[in-house]
């Protein structure tokens, strides 16, 4: 009886100093960020002809956010403001940087990286950087300590026209897509049959990385090149659906996030590590096939409509985050930033960011709205809408629209004006997700008041569309020779 009585103790003892150390551990992060996934993609957000069990276990097992913006709906932009907390613009950021282009992220912005290397986190990014190509803005300048991907769109090598200027025609031989390990090529990724190694390639040294440093706090970003077209998929997954290249794609995807939940279960890490999922933007639909769903929400990639901006994004963090969760509220990629920062006790930058702390929403909260307005950019400067809450306020402005055009097939684009004429209008997000019904002159408060707050957002952040630059914009990095 005495021996069962100091068993017991002991193996109370044992848990108690279990749970301190879990405790007192510092939280691992582990950000994935997909390419050009719709917010329709997934089987958790309404997929029918696939699945993805393995994200669809992460959503069951934390909280799933249906209301969740990127930044702006186009690369670049929308990486800045992950890695900073900023709108885009505020640090001189817009649309999608090309090889050798001449700027990239300043050095005095902060990343997500360089805040947590305050506190010791070992950091690693496995995939698409795009935040600047020239040494000085690749990820081992930014505080990062390893980087295995390519600097750029999958997509941005040379290309060939059929004759008309919307329809590009990747043909031959790629040279000028480099795979980089540090600072400099590894390869050069010069096929569709190459850029199917990609995923494997990502996933794999991301599954070491997470062995290598399992004792150690770490920051494991993963942004993915897929599925921005041209999309490859591995022999492994080639045809494996049966409905189609993207669908196979969608089950790779899914393999790769099962693989990263695997090492880190492998390595008692599953109720130490904070994971989140989303995509960088809508999805690029006038490539038709080749591209993913917007659930049924407007327009897609390249539009402030919610189709190009509101994306899939899950959050795990066993024991944190209670499992299960539907969250609804406003937030957006900008806000991960500060809510990283208050999981890791870091210190934000003395520069102004834009993300707002979700940490008490992530801890089941469903009562905290921190976030109540959202400005929507795009093009080199231009303030296209603004919302609040559920109320969003379409304002005049040239645009992308993909409405009333026939898509593209296998890897080739259909037409997408770049000039469609877009007028004001308010939206009722509750009751009308997909921006059909302009209810303005119904609710002329809403209208005042968003007006209002574009005003303030442009006094902030500028605004081209009315020719004002804005007093709160810091200038992007420029190439030094």
């Given at each position: 009886?005495?021996?069962?009585?100091?068993?017991?103790?002991?193996?109370?003892?044992?848990?108690?100093?279990?749970?301190?150390?879990?405790?007192?551990?510092?939280?691992?992060?582990?950000?994935?960020?997909?390419?050009?996934?719709?917010?329709?993609?997934?089987?958790?957000?309404?997929?029918?002809?696939?699945?993805?069990?393995?994200?669809?276990?992460?959503?069951?097992?934390?909280?799933?956010?249906?209301?969740?913006?990127?930044?702006?709906?186009?690369?670049?932009?929308?990486?800045?403001?992950?890695?900073?907390?900023?709108y885009p613009n505020r640090v001189g950021f817009w649309g999608a940087y090309g090889p050798n282009a001449k700027v990239g992220i300043a050095e005095?912005?902060?990343?997500?990286?360089?805040?947590?290397?305050?506190?010791?986190?070992?950091?690693?990014?496995?995939?698409?950087?795009?935040?600047?190509?020239?040494?000085?803005?690749?990820?081992?300048?930014?505080?990062?300590?390893?980087?295995?991907?390519?600097?750029?769109?999958?997509?941005?090598?040379?290309?060939?026209?059929?004759?008309?200027?919307?329809?590009?025609?990747?043909?031959?031989?790629?040279?000028?897509?480099?795979?980089?390990?540090?600072?400099?090529?590894?390869?050069?990724?010069?096929?569709?049959?190459?850029?199917?190694?990609?995923?494997?390639?990502?996933?794999?040294?991301?599954?070491?990385?997470?062995?290598?440093?399992?004792?150690?706090?770490?920051?494991?970003?993963?942004?993915?090149?897929?599925?921005?077209?041209?999309?490859?998929?591995?022999?492994?997954?080639?045809?494996?659906?049966?409905?189609?290249?993207?669908?196979?794609?969608?089950?790779?995807?899914?393999?790769?996030?099962?693989?990263?939940?695997?090492?880190?279960?492998?390595?008692?890490?599953?109720?130490?590590?904070?994971?989140?999922?989303?995509?960088?933007?809508?999805?690029?639909?006038?490539?038709?096939?080749?591209?993913?769903?917007?659930?049924?929400?407007?327009?897609?990639?390249?539009?402030?409509?919610?189709?190009?901006?509101?994306?899939?994004?899950?959050?795990?963090?066993?024991?944190?985050?209670?499992?299960?969760?539907?969250?609804?509220?406003?937030?957006?990629?900008?806000?991960?930033?500060?809510?990283?920062?208050?999981?890791?006790?870091?210190?934000?930058?003395?520069?102004?960011?834009?993300?707002?702390?979700?940490?008490?929403?992530?801890?089941?909260?469903?009562?905290?709205?921190?976030?109540?307005?959202?400005?929507?950019?795009?093009?080199?400067?231009?303030?296209?809408?603004?919302?609040?809450?559920?109320?969003?306020?379409?304002?005049?402005?040239?645009?992308?629209?993909?409405?009333?055009?026939?898509?593209?097939?296998?890897?080739?684009?259909?037409?997408?004006?770049?000039?469609?004429?877009?007028?004001?209008?308010?939206?009722?997000?509750?009751?009308?997700?997909?921006?059909?019904?302009?209810?303005?002159?119904?609710?002329?408060?809403?209208?005042?008041?968003?007006?209002?707050?574009?005003?303030?957002?442009?006094?902030?952040?500028?605004?081209?569309?009315?020719?004002?630059?804005?007093?709160?914009?810091?200038?992007?990095?420029?190439?030094?020779?």
């Amino acid at each position: 009886m005495m021996k069962k009585l100091i068993l017991w103790i002991s193996a109370c003892f044992l848990l108690q100093s279990s749970t301190s150390f879990l405790e007192n551990k510092p939280t691992n992060i582990v950000l994935i960020f997909m390419d050009d996934m719709g917010y329709g993609d997934l089987s958790c957000y309404g997929a029918t002809t696939y699945r993805t069990p393995n994200i669809d276990q992460l959503a069951s097992e934390g909280i799933r956010f249906t209301n969740f913006m990127a930044a702006q709906a186009v690369c670049s932009a929308s990486r800045v403001a992950l890695m900073t907390g900023c709108y885009p613009n505020r640090v001189g950021f817009w649309g999608a940087y090309g090889p050798n282009a001449k700027v990239g992220i300043a050095e005095s912005e902060m990343t997500m990286a360089e805040l947590l290397k305050q506190k010791g986190y070992k950091t690693a990014i496995y995939g698409k950087w795009h935040l600047g190509d020239r040494k000085q803005f690749l990820p081992l300048q930014n505080g990062f300590d390893e980087y295995t991907g390519i600097p750029y769109s999958n997509d941005m090598w040379p290309v060939w026209y059929d004759g008309t200027p919307t329809t590009r025609m990747p043909k031959g031989q790629y040279p000028d897509l480099p795979l980089v390990e540090g600072n400099s090529p590894k390869e050069f990724i010069k096929t569709l049959d190459d850029q199917a190694r990609l995923t494997t390639i990502y996933t794999e040294k991301a599954v070491d990385f997470i062995n290598r440093n399992a004792k150690s706090p770490f920051f494991l970003y993963l942004p993915h090149s897929m599925p921005h077209v041209p999309i490859a998929v591995s022999d492994k997954y080639k045809g494996k659906s049966g409905e189609g290249l993207y669908a196979d794609l969608m089950m790779e995807i899914d393999w790769s996030i099962g693989e990263v939940m695997k090492a880190l279960k492998a390595n008692g890490l599953d109720e130490n590590t904070l994971v989140i999922f989303t995509s960088d933007n809508g999805p690029w639909i006038n490539y038709g096939n080749h591209a993913g769903s917007t659930g049924g929400l407007r327009e897609g990639k390249g539009t402030s409509y919610e189709g190009g901006q509101r994306v899939p994004a899950i959050a795990r963090w066993k024991g944190t985050v209670p499992a299960g969760l539907i969250n609804n509220q406003l937030l957006s990629t900008i806000d991960v930033f500060p809510t990283v920062a208050a999981i890791a006790g870091s210190t934000l930058p003395a520069h102004k960011i834009d993300g707002i702390n979700m940490l008490s929403t992530l801890k089941g909260d469903m009562n905290a709205k921190p976030r109540t307005y959202f400005a929507y950019y795009y093009r080199k400067n231009s303030l296209e809408a603004v919302r609040r809450e559920h109320w969003k306020l379409v304002l005049p402005h040239r645009g992308r629209t993909y409405v009333g055009y026939t898509p593209g097939k296998d890897g080739f684009p259909g037409t997408a004006p770049e000039d469609h004429q877009e007028s004001l209008a308010l939206f009722d997000l509750r009751r009308d997700p997909g921006e059909v019904y302009d209810v303005q002159t119904q609710n002329p408060e809403i209208v005042k008041e968003l007006l209002d707050y574009a005003d303030s957002v442009r006094e902030d952040l500028g605004d081209d569309i009315v020719g004002i630059e804005g007093n709160g914009r810091r200038p992007i990095g420029e190439f030094k020779e």
